[in-house]
């Protein structure tokens, strides 16, 4: 039998409660830069009886402007032939019976595709597409439907939702998850002067590149090759506002790498140079060393290494710099050696490797945690948690962020580092059980708040005193003062395993058969083992294909 979670009932009008707290919110931060059009569709959709709302706050949140009035089935919605006369007569809606043919052919299905036009000679056996195709070469006269179909005039929605979220990502759906309890979150300051759009361009632009992006994601799932290469052409210029010309970047790399991958070098080189953020240089500085042209390699590699966006590019500009110093007198850094240990453990893999490494380690006496990516970040958000949820500007657009905008990137540091130093320093200098205090204190607090860094459910006061009662606050603040130079990276390649035996404890990396270390995992063994937390990565082999003894631990 297993635990089912009850939730609460939502009262049958919650959508529209939600959707009216997204314009006042829209009308109150951004009124001067809504049009004329927006203004009055606001102002006339107050006036409107409550089932009509709601019956408009469905359609609006359905895909698409047309939909079929014998279909609708909202059981919540009284009188619904009024709701509709009433957002016609509004002039919200149009009452159609002969709507266009593309928009015919997507309401009706196949079977009564076949039926509206059994005057044609139309194989019924074709797909409901090549039908379609097959009856547009008839050139039908339009027929009368022997329904009414509803076309909502002006969608308001992709306009209104961005300006409330601040991304093109959200929706209504967002609302229901904190309605029933499924997520909750932290409250922040929203006020009217934070904003992140400032002109009516700014929003056009950014609708217009978030559309871009949904179709490189779509045609990238349909492997639409030849289309994907077409999309580059519809890019736009650079644009002054940061924002958007980080967005338009990551979108420009994207393209890049598949016109790369179609072996188109110079369309793929002309837009890499259109980026600054990674992989720009590092795929100029591989595509220029399978032209042979070693003095421009050298010269991305140089940069890089100079001055790298983060660690993982200096790392791979440390790598391409070994290809180069074979190939020409290229000052390769010195590799510095590893400072983590190795051990060979052949165990029983009946379960996931982590789990049976887990089991050995106890059978040893060790208290273990699964802590990948989980303890070091838990403790992160614990320690700055009132720092990450401060009202600085433009850091909170709405009420449903798991974190600042800023977060992953290295402005969240530039605009809160007095708070953060200072909150450094303080740690640095406290004793081991002031810590422990502090940080269950803010578990306690905020337990169940969406956190980015707090995983709640996976992680627990007893690991955290653990963690907090073994590692000695400078240990803390140099793993935290890693995660802040870098926290989108940082934040991942973590060991697997946290244990404690005693006042000892120790990260384990688990590596199963055929599996290797990734270059941050590398990263932060080394950096854990420098600051004398001892981390080690563990090669198991599975004793039930090819028995080995066991290696001390």
């Known amino acids: 039998m297993t635990d089912t979670a009850v939730f609460p009932d939502l009262p049958p009008h919650y959508y529209l409660a939600n959707f009216a707290s997204i314009i006042d919110t829209v009308t109150l931060r951004y009124g001067d830069l809504l049009t004329q059009e927006e203004g009055d569709w606001i102002t006339a959709f107050h006036d409107l009886p409550t089932n009509a709302q709601c019956l408009l706050v469905r359609f609006l949140s359905r895909k698409g402007h047309w939909f079929r009035e014998d279909k609708l089935n909202y059981p919540e919605i009284d009188n619904l032939p009024h709701a509709i006369s009433s957002l016609a007569e509004a002039t919200f809606i149009d009452i159609e019976r002969t709507p266009p043919f593309d928009v015919l052919c997507s309401l009706l299905t196949k079977p009564e595709l076949l039926s509206h036009f059994d005057v044609l000679p139309l194989d019924k056996k074709s797909k409901k597409a090549d039908l379609i195709e097959e009856i547009a070469t008839h050139s039908p006269t339009a027929e009368p439907l022997t329904f009414s179909c509803l076309h909502v005039r002006l969608d308001v929605m992709p306009i209104f939702l961005l300006l409330y979220f601040g991304n093109a990502r959200q929706d209504l759906s967002q609302f229901v998850l904190s309605d029933l309890g499924i997520q909750r979150f932290e409250s922040v300051s929203l006020t009217a002067e934070v904003r992140l759009f400032t002109s009516r361009d ?75 953020l990674p992989p720009s240089r590092e795929r100029q500085a591989r595509i220029a060393i399978k032209q042979a042209d070693w003095s421009r390699a050298c010269e991305w590699v140089s940069n890089m290494l100079a001055n790298p966006f983060n660690e993982d590019e200096k790392d791979v500009a440390a790598r391409i710099a070994k290809q180069l110093a074979k190939k020409t007198d290229f000052d390769c850094p010195v590799a510095t050696e590893h400072l983590y240990e190795a051990l060979h453990l052949s165990l029983p893999l009946d379960a996931r490797v982590e789990v049976a490494s887990a089991a050995h380690f106890t059978e040893q006496g060790w208290t273990v945690w699964f802590s990948e990516n989980l303890l070091l970040n838990a403790l992160f958000g614990l320690t700055f948690w009132d720092i990450i949820f401060s009202p600085v500007s433009g850091a909170f657009l709405n009420p449903f962020q798991r974190s600042p905008r800023d977060m992953f990137s290295s402005e969240f540091y530039a605009a809160r580092q007095s708070a953060i130093e200072e909150r ?79 006042n000892t404890c120790q990260f384990i990396e688990v590596k199963g058969p055929g599996d290797k270390l990734q270059h941050h995992q590398v990263r932060w063994l080394d950096f854990l083992n420098r600051h004398h937390i001892i981390s080690k990565v563990l090669y198991v082999e599975d004793a039930n294909k090819s028995p080995r003894s066991n290696a001390n631990s």
């Open 202 to 276: 700014q929003m056009k632009d950014w609708l217009d590149l978030s559309y871009l992006s949904e179709q490189y994601w779509q045609l990238l799932e349909k492997k639409d090759k030849h289309a994907l290469l077409e999309l580059s052409k519809a890019l736009p210029f650079t644009t002054a506002w940061p924002p958007l010309e980080r967005k338009r970047q990551r979108l420009i790399n994207q393209l890049a790498r598949e016109q790369e991958r179609a072996g188109n070098i110079e369309e793929a080189m002309l837009l890499f140079s259109q980026s600054s």
């Open 424 to 502: 450094l320093i303080a740690l640095a200098q406290q004793t081991q059980e002031e810590s422990v205090k502090q940080r269950l204190a803010t578990f306690e607090q905020k337990y169940g708040l969406a956190n980015d860094w707090v995983v709640w459910g996976y992680i627990d006061k007893e690991q955290i005193t653990a963690a907090l009662l073994s590692l000695t606050p400078p240990q803390l603040v140099a793993c935290f003062e890693r995660i802040l130079f870098d926290p989108k990276s940082n934040r991942a390649g973590h060991p697997d395993l946290f244990m404690v035996k005693g």
